[in-house]
């Protein structure tokens, strides 16, 4: 999934400067498609200041005369209210929206739809939705600001699709391979059982923690040489005091 491919959708909103805040959070997390149904003002001075140098943003930005225009092209369209609506729409959180949205391919038309300040989405405007994306929150006390429901999703969105590749990157490429892993176990194995760490009583399950241990680590070519080089020393200092 390609966040360009993600538009957010504003229904309806009164206050242009909530339309200013969405854009900027957008922005800070990557997203750069916005489409303003029916908007009651805008452009307007107040959206350009609140969007603080997202105006760009504004400036693209699609204007409609309904929701259904907004979403001709999109193939996945998600609804967000604050509360459970009885339309039994498959729900989702931010998180699993973003966990979802990951896997699709890039090339993929997303719309993610936000409601009126104050009465949120009609129930047939969510009809339009595949899902109902409800952000956690407090029960008694549910309704975020728009934009910064906006904002939550979209670094939801962020932390899932274009951190992806960093995320990959996470496991070092130079990983050292099995055998390399195996002469510094066998290496270790010989220290330990040189210094009485390793008896035969504990062996077995000793070195099965250990291995445990190395294992989450995920250890490089470099880093399991440094830790051989570190068990030389040590057997060198061991023969010299013997
Ligand atoms: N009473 C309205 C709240 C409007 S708040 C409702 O029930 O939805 C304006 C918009 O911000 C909502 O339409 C929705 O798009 C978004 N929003 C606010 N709080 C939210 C929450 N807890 N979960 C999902 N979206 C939320």
Redesign the pocket.
């Known amino acids: 999934m390609n966040l360009s491919n993600i538009k957010i959708v504003l229904v309806a909103t009164s206050h242009p400067g909530n339309i200013g805040s969405s854009a900027r959070a957008m922005k800070t997390m990557g997203l750069n498609n916005l489409s303003l149904v029916m908007p009651k003002l805008f452009p307007d001075k107040h959206a350009t200041e609140l969007a603080s140098g997202a105006d760009d943003l504004l400036n693209h930005a699609q204007i409609c005369t309904s929701l259904e225009q907004s979403l001709t092209e999109c193939q996945l369209v998600i609804g967000?209210?604050?509360?459970p609506r009885d339309l039994a729409l498959p729900g989702l959180t931010p998180k699993t929206c973003a966990d979802m949205l990951k896997y699709l391919s890039s090339n993929t038309k997303v719309a993610i739809v936000?409601?009126?300040?104050r009465?949120?989405?009609t129930n047939e405007e969510l009809l339009h939705c595949h899902y109902h994306?409800?952000?956690p929150?407090n029960a008694d006390y549910?309704?975020?600001n728009?934009a910064q429901?906006v904002q939550i999703v979209a670094y939801e969105l962020r932390m899932a699709i274009a951190n992806q590749v960093s995320d990959t990157r996470a496991i070092p490429e130079n990983l050292a391979n099995y055998d390399e892993l195996a002469h510094g176990y066998a290496h270790l194995w010989h220290i330990l059982e040189h210094v009485d760490f390793l008896k035969p009583t504990n062996a077995a399950k000793v070195k099965q923690r250990i291995k445990r241990l190395f294992n989450r680590v995920l250890l490089t070519k470099q880093e399991i040489q440094m830790l051989r080089g570190i068990l030389t020393q040590i057997d060198k200092k061991i023969v010299t005091d013997e």
Do not use: C, K, Q
């Open positions: 967000t209210s604050a509360r936000f409601g009126r300040e009465t949120g989405l994306l409800i952000i929150s549910a309704s975020l728009l429901a």
